[in-house]
């Protein structure tokens, strides 16, 4: 049974799009605003999101970018806006589909029954490379050249959340938020110590450099 986290703010159609998933053996949890489907999101694992994109407190773009910095879990967006540019924008934005108000349910639950698809398919990967580098999600391992790293769990999340973005540039707060999931703290110096940390291990690997400082934003894996 998959599990659909729906955060739209109108009550009718969330309670609609609720009852009706919920009719074919679908798991549904329910928000009605966005800081509310923030809070939801990281307490509970989610197959997948149905996302209205003008919400009260945190909207639907912020939000998916907010997700898309640590999941690929398929994202269903529920817009008002028909724009070819409009559409263009979502799904650059990290939407994997989008539907335009007012909409079918029938409509709908084909389009999650196609990404839900698309989650098994991505669910059977347990190893992601980059470069020297291979991570084992299952037993939560790097290895270099074939040989283990010895991370912590946060060191771990931190390459983890690198090679899973390789060309994203990650803001400290983006790297805090993601890992620890809790909010930031201005000047705290956590991420630092661990990318310094990380950087000491791979060392002897001669792969420490993969890791690059963008000064005055964050961090990236190496082009």
């Known amino acids: 049974m998959a599990k659909i986290l729906i955060i739209e703010d109108d009550t009718d159609i969330n309670n609609m799009i609720a009852e009706y998933l919920s009719e074919r053996n679908m798991e549904v949890e329910q928000a009605f605003s966005g800081t509310e489907g ?3 999101w990281q307490m509970n694992p989610f197959d997948l999101l149905i996302l209205d994109l003008m919400l009260p407190g945190m909207s639907g773009d912020e939000l998916t970018v907010w997700i898309r910095i640590t999941s690929q879990v398929p994202i ?3 817009t008002a806006k028909d724009a070819l540019e ?6 650059g934005g990290g939407a994997d589909d989008y539907l335009t108000k007012p909409f079918a349910l029938e409509e709908l639950w084909m389009r999650v029954q196609v990404q839900l698809r698309h989650v098994g398919a991505v669910l059977e990967q347990k190893m992601i490379s980059y470069k020297e580098w291979s991570i084992d999600l299952t037993s939560m391992c790097l290895r270099v050249h074939g040989e283990p790293i010895n991370l912590t769990a946060h060191e771990f ?3 983890e959340l690198f090679m899973r973005r390789t060309k994203k540039v990650f803001t400290k707060q983006e790297i805090y938020e993601a890992v620890w999931q809790q909010d930031y703290v201005i000047e705290d110096k956590t991420i630092h110590v661990h990318i310094s940390n990380i950087r000491s291990k791979l060392k ?9 400082t963008v000064w005055g934003i964050g961090f990236r894996l190496i082009e």
């Open 38 to 40: 923030k809070l939801l």
């Open 76 to 78: 269903i967006v529920l």
């Open 86 to 91: 409009n559409k263009i924008e979502l799904l």
């Open 157 to 159: 999340a931190i390459v």
């Open 204 to 212: 002897k690997t001669k792969t420490d450099h993969y890791i690059q």
